[in-house]
């Protein structure tokens, strides 16, 4: 189980600049579909980094999927050298994502936010607009039917809206 | 995997206008009046009961 609280939390005590994507995002916003892991795009700017690094150090990250004995070293460098993360952590699996698809980075996908407040932690989840932008832009054959859930989110709110 | 990359857009929206249909409203009006924690909660108890019925069937089935 992906501890949401405890990843979140985590990110929060060391001030790491993150947007919520991904399946947690479509579950904020009502979708019921079942997600394993959470998905964040992460501020690259080198101030965030190091943050970064320290928040997840304690749950001991590793690469998903790298092969067995794989050498694989926590640490900002790494990050620098890299750009999206699929990671195991005690708390869960956890997507880092320098960059997304329809998305860009950060700093492009800041400005089509919403804050939210779980679990005692303020943190930034993409609007659903903009989730279902990167949805379609990802094209993958899995994130068919979630889109056609998060279009059906998208009018059963404006319906209630308009009440 | 990209899904048909060279699909027109219009076709991918009417795949998506087709399953729309298929979408149960009823399931999504209920999480609609959650909050974002309670819907975020029921997520982490629906992966527990999936990694229950996992170790279920393993255990009936074999791995």
Redesign the interface.
């Known amino acids: 189980m992906t501890d949401f609280p405890g990843l979140l939390q985590a990110l929060q005590r060391e001030h790491v600049s993150f947007i919520v994507i991904g399946g947690a995002a479509a579950t904020a916003h009502g979708s019921p579909r079942l997600t394993l892991d959470l998905d964040v795009v992460y501020d690259r700017h080198p101030e965030n980094v190091e943050p970064l690094v320290s928040a997840l150090r304690p749950f001991k990250p590793t690469l998903r999927d790298a092969p067995e004995g794989l050498p694989f070293v926590w640490d900002e460098r790494t990050i620098r050298s890299g750009l999206n993360f699929t990671l195991s952590t005690s708390l869960g699996a956890l997507d880092l994502l320098g960059e997304v698809a329809g998305g860009g980075r950060y700093e492009d996908l800041v400005k089509e936010t919403e804050t939210i407040r779980v679990f005692g932690v303020d943190c930034l989840c993409v609007n659903l607009e903009a989730l279902i932008r990167l949805k379609r832009a990802a094209g993958r054959r899995k994130d068919l039917e979630a889109i056609a859930e998060l279009e059906v989110i998208r009018e059963e709110r404006d319906k209630t809206e308009l009440r | ?5 060279e699909l027109p857009k219009a076709d ?1 929206d009417r ?3 087709e ?2 249909k ?4 009823t ?6 009046k ?1 909050t ?2 309670e ?2 909660v ?3 108890a ?3 009961f ?2 229950e019925l996992r170790r279920a069937g393993r255990a009936a089935f074999g791995p």
């Open positions: 995997m990209r899904l048909l990359p991918f795949y998506i206008e399953m729309k298929d979408v149960d409203r399931l999504i009006r209920e999480n609609l959650l974002v924690e819907r975020l029921a997520l982490m629906l992966q527990e999936a990694e």
